[in-house]
């Protein structure tokens, strides 16, 4: 962990009570092996192999938070420690995984690149800190480091945080919901297919705003939108079976046509089948819950979490709509859908891409 890095640290129980370091190993700028200790309650994280490990116990007997929201916690422990035995896990293998891939194709990495340079850009930004939750190896990472003068990134995951920090990136193991950092420290906050790994994402946007800098911008992306009610229900039935036979007779193609990495994919859920309920609770608004994410009702959670200049976007695979190459039926199933519903085409899209001020 670089030295700077205390500064902006407080304790996840406390969030603002500053941290007090106890050094054992250390280079010139960074602590290799150590303590954070916390200055009001007393609560010790260690700092191993240069990363700090931050998230609270599971008891949390003195954060009034915890006490107060016991059932949402409880719920929330149970799918975030889903999430760590999965990740660490999958660690070894996980940018190979055939469900990420797509990411790291160059069409999305130019995307990515491009929405972090603009928000380091944007007018009262000063560029100094940038926050990467559930950074995983770093994907959206490097990008933070490359435009702001600080980047940091959290996961809870401590396998995937080490290739993080092999790859020379600040990390720290923490959870979402208890984040370790000082009030208005961030310029820019990411998350990344992250808020349907989450059990209650209305917490974490409030989280977000404690510690985004007035004016700073939250970047979300690539979670699953949920698929909207249609006002015809015997005609939405009748198009689903359509198309679905199609795809049987293979006379519908993939409507993706984004580049596909070059980089050897692998399927880990098919090589380990004894954790697919594991995986199944990770991924808990994809395959606990009904599929996906609701836009309005993460735009009404945003606004009530202090947000303003709220935008929600659908994309398919990092395409918006005028971008995907469509065949005559592929067309013919979005006009259908677009006249059964008073939704715009959006709606109909697979993920959601959100920016958001405070």
């Known amino acids: 962990m670089k030295k700077y890095i205390i500064d902006v640290?407080?304790?996840?129980?406390?969030?603002s009570s500053s941290l007090k370091p106890a050094i054992y190993t250390q280079s010139e700028n960074e602590i290799?092996?150590?303590?954070?200790?916390?200055?009001h309650c007393g609560e010790e994280y260690p700092i191993k192999e240069?990363?700090?490990?931050?998230?609270?116990?599971?008891?949390?007997?003195s954060n009034d938070f915890a006490i107060e929201k016991k059932d949402i916690i409880k719920k929330h422990q149970q799918v975030r420690n889903a999430n760590i035995t999965y990740h660490d896990i999958a660690a070894d293998t996980y940018d190979e995984d055939e469900a990420e891939s797509v990411h790291q194709n160059k069409f999305n990495q130019d995307r990515i690149e491009k929405i972090i340079k603009d928000l380091s850009q944007r007018d009262g930004n000063d560029n100094s800190f940038f926050l990467d939750i559930g950074c995983g190896t770093g994907n959206i990472l490097k990008f933070g480091e490359k435009y702001f003068q600080h980047a940091v990134g959290i996961d809870v995951?401590?396998?995937?945080?080490?290739?993080?920090?092999?790859?020379?990136?600040?990390?720290?193991?923490?959870?979402?919901?208890?984040?370790?950092?000082?009030?208005?420290?961030?310029?820019?906050?990411?998350?990344?297919?992250?808020l349907h790994h989450i059990y209650d994402y209305s917490s974490i946007f409030v989280q977000i705003g404690r510690v985004l800098k007035k004016?700073?911008?939250?970047?979300?992306?690539?979670?699953?939108?949920?698929t909207p009610e249609m006002e015809d229900k015997f005609s939405l039935r009748l198009c689903c079976f359509i198309f679905s036979a199609l795809k049987k007779l293979?006379?519908?193609?993939?409507?993706?046509?984004?580049?596909?990495?070059?980089?050897?994919?692998?399927?880990?859920?098919?090589?380990?089948?004894e954790i697919k309920e594991l995986y199944n609770l990770a991924e808990y608004h994809e395959k606990s819950e009904k599929r996906g994410l609701d836009p309005s009702l993460i735009q009404t959670k945003l606004f009530k979490a202090g947000f303003r200049n709220v935008s929600i976007k659908?994309?398919?695979?990092?395409?918006?709509?005028?971008?995907?190459?469509l065949d005559l039926l592929q067309r013919l199933e979005f006009k259908l859908k677009s006249k059964l519903s008073k939704n715009i085409i959006d709606r109909f899209m697979e993920n959601l891409m959100i920016i958001a001020q405070k």
């Open 215 to 226: 004016g700073g911008f939250l970047y979300s992306d690539w979670d699953l939108q949920k």
């Open 9 to 15: 640290l407080a304790c996840p129980l406390c969030l």
């Open 157 to 194: 995951s401590i396998n995937m945080l080490k290739l993080a920090n092999k790859r020379g990136m600040e990390v720290i193991q923490a959870d979402s919901l208890f984040l370790p950092f000082k009030p208005n420290t961030f310029d820019a906050v990411s998350i990344f297919s992250v």
């Open 314 to 325: 659908g994309h398919w695979q990092g395409k918006s709509f005028k971008e995907l190459k």
């Open 50 to 61: 240069k990363i700090p490990r931050m998230i609270p116990s599971d008891s949390l007997e």
């Open 250 to 273: 293979k006379l519908h193609r993939n409507i993706s046509d984004t580049e596909i990495s070059k980089i050897e994919q692998v399927d880990f859920r098919k090589d380990h089948p």
């Open 32 to 39: 290799i092996e150590g303590i954070l200790k916390c200055s």
